[in-house]
């Protein structure tokens, strides 16, 4: 019975956002700096709404694009070479 209960509480959590997903707020957003790796953004915004991975024509290396969205925000990190190199955001939407 616990374990049933157990599992209930961690779906309804997952569902409202509540595990695995920071805060997305100006402050948090302040935090993400260039240079910081995915791990370190994830830390601090949690799990991206969307991400995407492509190669970098003639350059080389990879660009991968972590897009995070609530009701009033819409907020873009990218990353090249797994280090933020830009953030675009949006808090009214």
Same mark, same amino acid.
């Given at each position: =019975? ?5 599992? !209930?509480?961690?779906?309804?959590? !997952? ?7 920071? #805060?997305?707020?100006?402050? @948090? ?6 240079? =910081?790796? #995915? ?8 799990? #991206? ?5 492509? #190669? ?16 009033? !925000? ?6 090249? @070479? ?12």
């Amino acid at each position: =019975m616990k374990i049933h209960l157990s599992l !209930a509480l961690s779906f309804l959590l !997952a569902g409202c956002g509540v595990l695995g997903s920071g #805060p997305l707020t100006q402050a @948090n957003l302040d935090k993400i700096h260039d240079d =910081m790796s #995915p791990t370190e953004v994830k830390a601090i915004l949690g799990e #991206p709404s969307d991400s995407r991975s492509e #190669p970098i024509p003639i350059v080389g290396g990879s660009q991968t694009v972590y897009t995070y969205r609530t009701d009033s !925000a819409e907020v873009t990190i990218v990353f090249k @070479n797994d280090l933020v190199k830009e953030k675009l955001g949006s808090f009214d939407r």
